[in-house]
């Protein structure tokens, strides 16, 4: 592992508490708020109670410390390399994070040491200025809360202009694309970011214009056929959504998942990467999509082998 456990929750409450207590400003409410911000929900049973005991001898029971500075937990060289060879990913570089006291350090790795074999080549051109102008000008809307006026070209090479108000950036793996999630009069857009030719910043929005009925939850049934680990894979895979796995018999599961309306594309591209050890039960509105893009594949390959 790269980073040391002290880079934890548990050690990283710690260390806020006893910041507070040696600037002299912690109080016992401040300390119960600290740990549910910072830490997990059971630490409010253990950290608390283990400072008023005295158990660790951090502070005492009127909340001083005889620690003198402030913690502070400084990178190793190590972690340091590894943080300048993500930084080298375009990708991470559209955020415009920080390399300060990064400067002369060299990377862990160099950009072409890893070779990806199980998604498209024709992902996003994260190195296009234009590109660049557009992703952080979405970035900007968001973060001050702005609605944008977007002019973007379609399938066919249709053209669009919409005002909307930008929800999120959604990064799709398989594809290597960057897609805008915008409410648009009651409805979710989906823009793939490199699509856009224009972004426009407008007025500020109200929370209200940003949840369009159309964002509400869905569940979707699998059945899994458990070939070379499948099982294991798609609960890596599907790791970030809630679902509930029901065991048929030795080889085959039942797999409901939840995911947002507006994630429904993204969903899509992660079933059929699985194959056929995957089969789409409901609802009947994936199905119908899982088979048209198949046909279409199938199509593809029939008129490329002729």
Not at 66 to 83: D, E, F, G, S, V
Not at 245 to 270: A, G, M, P, V
Not at 282 to 299: G, K, N
Request: glycine fraction near 4%; proline fraction near 5%; include cysteine.
């Amino acid at each position: 592992m790269l980073f040391s456990e002290i880079y934890g929750s548990y050690f990283s409450a710690v260390a806020y508490i006893l910041g507070r207590a040696v600037d002299g400003t912690l109080t016992g409410r401040d300390l119960n708020a600290i740990v549910l911000e910072t830490a997990f929900g059971e630490s409010l049973l253990t950290i608390p109670a283990a400072i008023a005991e005295e158990r660790w001898p951090l502070l005492d029971r009127e909340l001083r410390t005889p620690i003198r500075h402030r913690p502070t937990m400084p990178l190793t060289a190590l972690q340091k390399q590894w943080l300048k060879a993500l930084l080298q990913d375009p990708r991470i570089r559209l955020f415009s994070p920080s390399e300060e006291g990064l400067e002369d350090v060299e990377p862990l790795y160099e950009r072409g040491t890893f070779v990806f074999f199980d998604r498209y080549t024709d992902g996003d051109p994260f190195e296009d200025e234009a590109y660049i102008a557009h992703f952080r000008t979405i970035l900007q809307a968001m973060k001050e809360k702005r609605k944008i006026r977007v002019r973007y070209h379609g399938n066919r090479d249709s053209r669009h202009v919409y005002s909307c108000v930008p929800c999120k950036l959604e990064y799709s793996a398989k594809d290597d694309k960057f897609r805008l999630i915008a409410a648009v009069q009651g409805r979710m857009l989906t823009v793939n970011v490199a699509r856009i030719r224009a972004v426009e910043l407008l007025e500020p929005y109200t929370e209200a214009e940003t949840r369009p009925p159309d964002c509400m939850e869905r569940s979707l049934v699998m059945e899994l056929t458990d070939r070379r680990n499948a099982l294991e894979r798609v609960m890596l895979h599907f790791s970030d959504l809630e679902k509930e796995t029901e065991k048929l018999d030795d080889r085959h599961y039942r797999i409901t998942l939840r995911y947002r309306r507006d994630d429904e594309t993204e969903i899509l591209i992660r079933i059929l990467s699985f194959g056929p050890v995957l089969k789409v039960l409901s609802p009947e509105t994936m199905v119908r999509q899982i088979r048209r893009r198949l046909d279409r594949q199938f199509r593809f390959t029939e008129n490329e082998s002729k």
